[in-house]
Nanobody, 122 residues
């Protein structure tokens, strides 16, 4: 599966942004999808994941209550709605696909998009 993330940009603290990730191929619905991020000088970290059906989602503690992951299997697209953004959310955000049934670690993901930069100004 090939992934193409979009929607990043510059936003003020407290603002919101929605990322999208379009997948190619007919097997999108067979993958767990996730969003991970990498800030400058830091390791890539898990942000949010969603199961194949879109019925179960899970989040890193630092985004719970602020971010929402969703997917539309008919459109082969996964989204990340980000609200109440903070300067520490500044990072390159990657969408990724996992063959595993549950994926909450970087190493769980098999396919990666190219990343989209989110910059939150204070």
């Amino acid at each position: 599966v090939q992934l193409q993330a979009s929607g990043g940009g510059l936003v003020q603290a407290g603002g919101c942004l929605t990322l999208s990730c379009a997948a190619s191929g007919r097997t999108f619905s067979t993958y767990v999808m996730g969003w991970l991020r990498q800030a400058p000088g830091k390791e890539r970290e898990f942000v949010a994941g969603i199961n194949r059906y879109g019925s179960t989602s899970y989040y890193a503690d630092f985004v719970k209550g602020r971010f929402t992951i969703s997917r539309d299997n008919a459109k082969n697209t996964v989204y990340l709605q980000m609200n109440s953004l903070k300067p520490e959310d500044t990072a390159v955000y990657y969408c990724a696909a996992a063959s595993a049934r549950y994926a909450s670690r970087r190493l769980d993901y098999d396919y990666w998009g190219q990343g989209t930069l989110v910059t939150v100004s204070s």
